[in-house]
């Protein structure tokens, strides 16, 4: 069974850093690729950045390239997206997902994959 389990949100000042993770389970790191998305309230929901499963190649949306590192512990089946110079705008709940590709389809700010399976997602607020 796929599941996969974010956790490390919480309440940060402006500047401040996180380091979110995603557990899973049920499928191999090696083979499918993750990719992490965040909604903010009455937005629609964004990707933010991938990870491929075969070369742990990264990919990132531009407002967050410099700032959002993603890597992954295979030991762990956990994939990490470190978030440092946290910005308000980056207020968001924020998802990890995965599909049947291993390498991650990279549009613009998008990633297009196909995603069947999401976590419950993890509360990121940004505040003074």
């Known amino acids: 069974q796929v599941q996969l389990a974010e956790s490390g949100g919480g309440l940060v000042q402006p500047g401040g850093s996180l380091r979110l993770s995603c557990a899973t389970s049920?499928?191999?790191?090696?083979?499918?690729?993750i990719a992490w998305f965040r909604q903010a309230p009455g937005k629609a929901r964004e990707g933010v950045s991938c990870?491929?499963?075969?070369?742990?190649?990264?990919y990132y949306r531009d407002s967050v390239k410099g700032r959002f590192t993603v890597s992954r512990d295979r030991t762990k089946n956990t994939v990490y997206m470190e978030m440092n110079g946290l910005k308000p705008e980056d207020t968001a709940v924020y998802y990890c997902a995965t599909g049947p590709e291993e390498e991650c389809t990279v549009v613009g700010d998008s990633f297009p994959n196909r995603y069947d399976y999401w976590g419950q997602g993890t509360q990121v607020t940004v505040s003074a």
């Open positions: 990870i491929n499963a075969n070369d742990r190649r990264t």
């Open positions: 049920g499928f191999s790191l090696d083979r499918h690729s």
